[in-house]
């Protein structure tokens, strides 16, 4: 069974040996920088995360250049446990409030 959760939001390519600078998009967007992660291809369903620095929030700096032929993927990492929001002072909110 295929994941289309993660499908549908993993960008893959190919090192050149060269390229240090990457565009990428997803389907939909990404909550914060923090929740992207870049892999190397290891093997199938093999991966090694890399370090990476963010130019803005479609582009990304790897150094070293990634070798020729090598794949990696650029991914978005959103945990699913956590609540992505916290209302501490306990008033109900309504849609379209503003607040």
Known sequence: MIDYSEALSVSEYEGDGHTTVWTF???????????????IITGERAYQPIAFAWIDDST?????????????????????????LDFTDGVARLHGDGA
């Open 60 to 84: 990304i700096k790897i150094e070293p250049a990634i070798q020729a032929h090598q794949k990696f993927r650029i991914r978005p990492s959103t945990p699913r446990g956590a609540p992505l």
């Open 25 to 39: 998009s997803f389907v939909g967007a990404f909550l914060s920088r923090d929740h992207v992660i870049v892999d």
